[in-house]
């Protein structure tokens, strides 16, 4: 059962992404993007883990970059 925010986020984001998106599982990929931004927004800005929290912005860009790179491809 999703509850109505799932819903919402399924709807609107998770639609608007796969929908920009070429090639096979696109609305997998679109869903691992999704999950991908909130795991880290939660680890980083709710929990406050040390090595997101304190990073050098740039070093966080660059490690993740390669992994939306891929998901986005």
Do not use: N, W, Y
């Not at 090639?23 to 691992?32: E, Y």
């Amino acid at each position: 059962m999703k509850s109505s925010g799932g819903e919402a986020i399924e709807r609107f984001q998770l639609g608007a992404i796969a929908s920009l998106l070429d090639g096979a599982h696109a609305p997998q990929r679109a869903a691992l993007v999704l999950a991908l931004i909130a795991g880290f927004q939660m680890m980083r800005q709710m929990i406050g883990l040390s090595p997101l929290a304190e990073a050098d912005r740039q070093v966080l860009v660059d490690t993740l970059a390669p992994l939306f790179e891929r998901l986005l491809a």
